[in-house]
């Protein structure tokens, strides 16, 4: 029996392009599902993607694709990398930038367009290869639901997952005719936000099935306080959403395997030869001291502030600081008045997977006191690298750490959840943290519950393939 047809879409997808967690999701999601599936990745073939490195070929197809009135030629380059099966959509204005969406902070003024036309090319794809599932993600292919909706020659059912719903895809009115969206949809119940075009809001009106990242956000987005002005659009909208949490692809990020690492490991014991090496490496000292880390984007989503209001206070402690991460400019130069006044605190500016997988190796705590989290990848790299989790109990934060007083019966990774987004409960947790590294035993068995702790894709797969079948009445088997 034939295997159902998934084309899976999304704007960037490891390794070929990653600013954040939706790429980790597009390389490994695909692959859970490629054992029941006939899974085939679409994403543009951006200026930064390494053709030769990847074996990307082609072009081995081209197709015009209308955006408003004007004809575009779209070409399609093509990979067989590890095995599967990967498109790459090339158009001068989607791919040749220096970013993937804009400088760090900001996006392309022409994104709308860039992104519109995206979601036309993956549409075609669909036509041409009678998917029978078009999986969609977030608002730079949300726009594809639309137009598959109202297409009745493409039999393809749509998922539509929402990673951030705070990254909507706003643009002036004007969008519509560049777009050539049909006016009848300029309205509430359509892509209209304050008169504005909002891309996200045509995902989650008409694709079959809506979907985002962990079952906690899933319930948040439809309160005032995370559903960024969407609220009452997804609760109209409920009966189609749910929320499945990711996994991570537990052969990337594998203590055992990682040739990132001085000496790959298999219990918490391992880790001391790494965290020697990383303080080398950093410039710290004393292994004996708990090792906090924090990896992730610069900007306010991530608990930022907090964080760097809380750290003058933690440099204090008995502990070395690490961080890693890029983004917003105006954070750079307060992590370096940080550092500059304490020794202990070790800055990395940029993105550098080798550097991310030592320090998970490294490090005793990671701090993730996100303001609101839809899912978060980094809190389950680093339980699976036997680190312990300090994380804003909040969105997939809160379905995939559970408080170290429930190791026993939690099948999830434990840590230290915090309630209030603010740097003083923030330090409490830090002092919760220094006291449990400082119980040897406590802490090696938090450590080794959290190695052993089911991170992988596996449930969420079958999630996936379960809605499939469902929003296809049958005929995905
Ligand atoms: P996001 O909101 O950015 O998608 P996630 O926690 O879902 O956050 O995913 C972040 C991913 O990006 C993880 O794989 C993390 O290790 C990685 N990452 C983030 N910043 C950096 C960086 N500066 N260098 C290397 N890896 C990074």
Known sequence: MRKPKV???????YPFAKTGGLADVGYSLPKALSDDFDVTVVMPLYLTVDRRKFAIEGPTDYFDVMLGSERRTVSVYE???????????YEPQLCDRDYLYGAPGEGYDDNAQRFGLFSYAVTELARRMQSDIVHLNDWQTALAALIIAE?????????YTIHNLAYQGDFPKGALTELGIDKRHFTLEGVEFYDRVNLMKAGIGFADAVTTVSPTYAEEILTHRFGCGLEGYLEKHRTRLSGIANGIDTEHFSPQTDESLLRPYKTPRGKLSNKKRYLAEAGLEDAGLPLFIFIGRFTWQKGIDILLEALPQMALMPCNIAILGEGEPQYHPRFEAVAAAHPNVHLFFGYDEGVAHRMYAAADFLLMPSLFEPCGLNQMIAAHYGAV????AVGGLADTVAPIARLQESPAPCGIPFDDATPEA????VETALELHHDTKAWSRAATHNM????S????AAAYAALYRKISGGAVK
């Open 426 to 429: 923030l330090m409490a947790a």
């Open 389 to 392: 989790p300090i994380v804003h």
């Open 79 to 89: 990979s067989r990398y590890e095995g599967r099966h990967y498109l790459f959509v």
């Open 452 to 455: 052993n702790a089911d991170v």
């Open 7 to 13: 084309l899976f879409a999304a704007s960037e997808v």
């Open 457 to 460: 894709w596996g449930q969420s």
């Open 151 to 159: 297409d009745e020659t493409i039999r393809a059912r749509t998922v």
